[in-house]
Every structure is written in C-alpha cells, then in structure tokens.
C-alpha cells in the first residue's frame, strides 16, 4: 500500500510538472522590454523609447543597452539643436541668459560626443578572442564612464539654466534637457544590468 502511495504521489509531481513546462511561454521581445525597464527610475519613459526596437533586441539584454544608448544619444543631439536654436532666440532677451544658454549648449555637445563614444563602445564589448573577459571589463567600464560623464554634463547643463537663466527661456529648454537626462538614466541602468561589478 505504501508503495502504491509513493508511485501515486511521484505520478502526480511527474504531471504537475509536465502541465508546467507546457503552460510556461516564450517572453515576446516587447514583454523583454517591459521588463527590462523596470530595473530603471523612468519605466514608462524607457519602455515608449525602446518598444519601437523589440523586434531588433529579440530579448537580447546588450541589443537593448546598445539600443537604450543609440536612442540617449539621438535624443541629446535633438535637445543640442533645440538649445542653439534657443542661443540665438536668447540673445535678444539678455547677455545673461545667452551666457546660460550657451554654457548648456557647450554641455549637450560634450553630452552628444560621450554618448556616441559610449554606443561604439558598447559595440566593441565582448568580441571574443584570447582576452574576452577582460577586454569586456574594459569596454564596460568606458561605456559606464562616459555615459556617467554625460549624465552629469546634462545635469549641468540644468544647473546653469536654473541659476542664471529667466524663466521663459528656462521654461523653454528645462523639458527637453531634462527627458535626455532621464533617457541617458535609464541607459547607464540598463548597461549596469550587463555589468553589474
């Protein structure tokens, strides 16, 4: 009797198991991403920027840094235009805050070089060869370096239209700075993910 107990209760593990393996399903690249981005401080602003490239990051954690850090840089470029647009719209409201503008302008443009240094990079980490391991601590200790040095450059960027710009000029250029470094945020998270040493 007990052996037929133990055979019963082995039969029943043997099918739970089974019916678990069945119901358990592939994540979808866009399900990859959703939760991916919830390891970063602005989930929905990380998952309306990286959605568009589910199909191409095919659950593919580096695939979506690379593509977190193709889209930070994209998005300071964008933000660097708008603010030499906004230099010459400032210099007609006052030296000082065309002086603002045009210290912010100088940090988006360090910014824009970081972040593409910081994609290449990414790009070049863990291709192989005789040194793998340690050439892919060095590449992802440049990535996190210089994606590090773009979040503070934007972050100075900030400061400088807050302490000396009026507020319409500060109203009309905080927005677009602020959603970069809120982009490049959620990027560094992302490859921190990669590398978490």
């Given at each position: 009797m007990a052996h037929a107990s133990v055979l019963s209760f082995l039969l029943m593990v043997a099918c739970v198991s089974v019916s678990a393996g069945a119901t358990s399903v592939e994540v979808s690249?866009?399900?990859?991403?959703?939760?991916?981005?919830?390891?970063t401080r602005y989930r929905?602003?990380?998952?309306?920027?990286?959605?568009?490239?589910?199909?191409?990051?095919r659950r593919d954690p580096r695939r979506l840094a690379r593509a977190a850090?193709?889209?930070?840089?994209?998005?300071?470029?964008?933000?660097s235009a708008f603010v030499a647009q906004a230099v010459e719209r400032a210099k007609w409201s006052g030296p000082r805050d065309a002086g603002a503008v045009r210290d912010c302008l100088e940090n988006m443009a360090d910014s824009v070089d970081r972040l593409r240094q910081s994609?290449?990079?990414l790009d070049r980490a863990g291709r192989g060869g005789d040194r793998a391991a340690a050439d892919f601590a060095m590449h992802m200790g440049?990535?996190?370096?210089?994606?590090?040095?773009?979040?503070?450059?934007?972050?100075?960027?900030?400061d400088s239209l807050s302490d000396r710009c009026s507020s319409s000029v500060r109203a009309a250029v905080r927005p677009k700075v602020v959603e970069v470094a809120q982009v490049t945020s959620n990027a560094l998270a992302l490859v921190n993910r990669l590398w978490p040493n």
């Open positions: 690249p866009t399900d990859f991403v959703r939760s991916s981005c919830g390891a929905d602003l990380c998952f309306r920027c990286l959605a568009p490239y589910a199909a191409a990051v850090m193709s889209v930070s840089a994209d998005r300071a470029r964008s933000a994609a290449k990079e440049n990535v996190r370096a210089w994606s590090s040095a773009a979040l503070t450059d934007e972050n100075t960027c900030l």
